[in-house]
């Protein structure tokens, strides 16, 4: 649990303090975090980073609060790709019975060219079923971390986080 405690205080909680520090738009922060935990679900390995990159520079965005959203949420990438490939599959009408856990685990050893090949039309469903729920979890995440984070601005501003 200690590792825990410290990977939050060193690579979440201090560049966060730092970002609120500079910047005084509490609400693009938020978002922009919310925006990196939704890239971050992104259902094709690999390109979450990319995305979020590419998001920040397009939009302006903080490239560190917005990978900072990306890193947190990449525990419940593995929980999410099983939900996103079986409704992509129905969206697409492929016969989700290939989809099994086992698969999965499989596919994220491989690379993106052999991912992209042996599941095509599926990863092309997990990503219109991504693409549908983005907004919402964007305005999800975003209303969760607001208060978090105009938290973390009083705090910054009445020194009491180190």
């Known amino acids: 649990m200690k590792w825990f405690i410290t990977f939050w205080k060193y690579r979440v909680l201090k560049p966060l303090t730092k970002i609120i520090d500079q910047e005084h738009n509490h609400k693009i922060i938020a978002l922009t975090l919310a925006i990196g935990l939704t ?12 995305l979020c990159t590419f998001a920040a520079l397009l939009f ?15 525990p419940m990438w ?18 989700d019975s290939i989809i099994t856990s086992s698969m999965v685990s499989e596919i994220m050893e491989s690379t993106f060219s052999e991912m992209f090949h042996r ?4 990863s092309v ?14 305005l999800f995440f975003r209303i969760l971390l607001y208060p978090f984070v105009a938290a973390l ?10």
């Open 39 to 50: 890239l971050g679900l992104f259902p094709i390995i690999g390109l979450t980073t990319i």
């Open 153 to 162: 601005a009083r705090a910054v501003k009445k020194n009491t986080i180190t």
């Open 119 to 122: 599941l095509g039309w599926l």
């Open 125 to 138: 469903g997990a990503v219109t079923v991504w693409a549908i729920s983005a907004p919402f979890l964007i």
């Open 78 to 95: 593995f929980i999410c790709m099983l939900p996103y490939y079986k409704l992509g599959a129905k969206l697409y009408g492929i016969p």
């Open 60 to 74: 302006r965005l903080n490239m560190v609060a917005i990978h900072i959203g990306n890193l947190v949420i990449y």
